[in-house]
C-alpha cells in the first residue's frame, strides 16, 4: 500500500485547510485511515482515525476544528481543519491500519505516507 498526503501549505490563524491521503491498494475500505502530526522540535502525536465502519476520533486538543473523513470509493481519507492555530504548525501524516482496528499508538499503523507541511501564521 502507498499513501499520498496532500493539501499543506501556509495559512493564517483562524483559517482552514483540508488534507487528503490518497491510498493505493484493495484493503482501504477495510482500514483504519489515522493522521498524525509532527511540530518542530517534538514528537509525532496522534490527531485522528476513522475506521470502516466510519467510527471516528479526534484528539482533544483539536475537537470542535478538525474532522476526518474517508471516501472509500476513491480510496481518500481527508482531514479537514478549521480555526487553525500557530501550534497548529507541523508535518502531517496519514497512516493506514489494514489490520483493522483503530488505535491511537502509531505502532499499530504499518503504512505511512510522507507527510504534508501545514504553517499557520499569527
Known amino acids: 500500500v502507498q499513501l499520498q498526503a496532500s493539501g499543506g501549505g501556509l495559512v493564517q490563524a483562524g483559517g482552514s485547510l483540508s488534507l487528503s491521503c490518497a491510498a493505493s491498494?484493495?484493503?482501504?475500505?477495510?482500514?483504519?485511515i489515522a493522521w498524525f502530526r509532527q511540530a518542530p522540535g517534538k514528537e509525532r502525536e496522534f490527531v485522528a482515525y476513522?475506521?470502516?465502519?466510519?467510527?471516528?476520533r479526534v484528539a482533544d486538543f483539536v475537537k470542535g476544528r478538525f474532522t476526518i473523513s474517508r471516501d472509500n470509493a476513491k480510496n481518500t481519507g481527508y482531514l479537514q481543519m478549521n480555526s487553525l492555530k500557530p501550534e497548529d504548525t507541523g508535518i502531517y501524516y496519514c497512516a493506514l491500519n489494514r489490520r483493522g482496528w483503530a488505535s491511537t499508538r502509531q505502532s499499530e499503523y504499518a503504512d505511512w505516507g510522507q507527510g504534508t507541511l501545514v504553517t499557520v501564521s499569527s
Open positions: 491498494g484493495r484493503t482501504f475500505s477495510s482500514s483504519v
Open positions: 476513522i475506521n470502516d465502519a466510519y467510527t471516528s
